[in-house]
């Protein structure tokens, strides 16, 4: 069995791994690590919890300590050598505290340039130097433009939760950002999955990569239960009702497909005399953030939502997830479930199923 100790990592990374009780890589961390530390693209496509931003950290803080210990530090002001990009100021936040840990040992400056934060913050996160750059799409086409980054030095450019990218847009600001980068940087991505923008980007951007699916990509984790609920004449409540009353280790995620829905069902809950709190689109960021953080912290153990918490966010404390309202395709459903039992842990699904998810239910049941 391969254990972090056998990648020949430096001794300042080893000791934060030793720190933090990693020994041995997830199956993504396992086949990812050792490519990009070679140098080679790589292309890598696996389920949600199975640890994919470790799998370039690591790598990435190694090649850049590496050069520093040559005596080749980064000292030109807003010039990084690795940049990071994610498709939401949550996601973005999220990476830099992988990093976080691994910095105080290799003193390296993980910096983030993300949307929905003022443009002041950004321009003091790249007012000296820094080495990693962790950066949603605009803002760091905003700051380039502005000529207050310069993306001439970067030896590798990592795409991650890819799918989410593409889906918000951003696909001709990642090919322009990658088109600013020196034509021999390195090339890195992670997806959960693959549906056709993200497979244009691949061709155009990453040919001679080393691509890896692991074998729970476009699967579900062994560790998670599903239960389907049917649901007889639109009667969703009663049947929500019944399943909050039973325990769960953990918080609840509740699924709903839209806005509005997202908004009827909490008001439904709070006259019923249930706390929670919602995270969705078109809603104060401020508040959004805010209630992201007290479900995070458990002071609310009950949070409704629109497929924008689907995608990426590790909340550690989910315990079960509930499809109030089922998703339109398989991809968004991977993403649901895929926000309970990460890293091994034991999670619950239950699925409120109608008569028009019957299509649905029957790709689900093949999933295993």
């Known amino acids: 069995m391969i254990q972090f100790a056998d990648f020949k990592l430096l001794q300042t990374l080893n000791e934060t791994l030793l720190e933090k009780k990693f020994e041995i890589p997830t199956e993504i961390q396992a086949r990812a690590v050792p490519i990009i530390l070679k140098g080679t693209s790589f292309v890598g496509v696996s389920e949600t919890g199975s640890g994919k931003t470790l799998a370039y950290a690591l790598p990435v803080l190694q090649i850049l300590k590496t050069l520093e210990n040559k005596g080749q530090p980064v000292t030109t002001e807003g010039q990084p050598r690795a940049v990071v990009l994610a498709p939401t100021r949550e996601l973005g936040e999220q990476i830099s505290k992988v990093f976080k840990p691994f910095t105080h040992t290799t003193r390296l400056r993980v910096r983030t340039v993300l949307g929905g934060t003022a443009l002041d913050v950004a321009k003091r996160n790249v007012s000296g130097p820094v080495d990693i750059l962790v950066a949603t799409p605009g803002r760091l086409v905003q700051l380039i433009e502005r000529k207050l980054v310069h993306l001439n030095d970067v030896r590798i450019l990592i795409f991650d939760e890819a799918d989410q990218m593409l889906d918000q847009g951003f696909l001709p600001d990642a090919k322009w950002i990658a088109g600013a980068c020196p034509p021999d940087r390195q090339m890195v991505l992670f997806s959960a999955t693959v549906p056709p923008a993200v ?47 039973k325990p769960s280790k953990g918080g609840t995620l509740i699924f709903t497909n839209t806005r509005q829905q997202c908004d009827t069902l909490a008001e439904a809950l709070k006259k019923n005399g249930q706390k929670c709190l919602i995270y969705r689109g078109e809603m104060d960021k401020v508040e959004r953030r805010k209630n992201l953080k007290n479900f995070r912290d458990g002071q609310v153990d009950l949070l409704i939502s629109t497929d924008l918490a689907s995608r990426g966010l590790d909340i550690e404390q989910v315990g079960r997830v509930v499809n109030y309202h089922m998703p339109k395709d398989m991809d968004n459903y991977l993403h649901r479930v895929g926000r309970t039992a990460r890293a091994g842990r034991k999670g619950l699904v239950i699925n409120f199923i109608t008569e028009r998810d019957q299509g649905l239910l029957a790709q689900i049941a093949k999933l295993k």
């Open 199 to 245: 497979q244009d980007l691949i061709n155009q951007l990453f040919s001679g990569a080393q691509v890896f699916r692991s074998k729970g990509s476009h699967r579900v984790v062994p560790t998670l239960t599903t239960v389907n609920e049917e649901i007889l004449d639109g009667k969703r409540f009663p049947v929500l009702q019944k399943v909050l009353k």
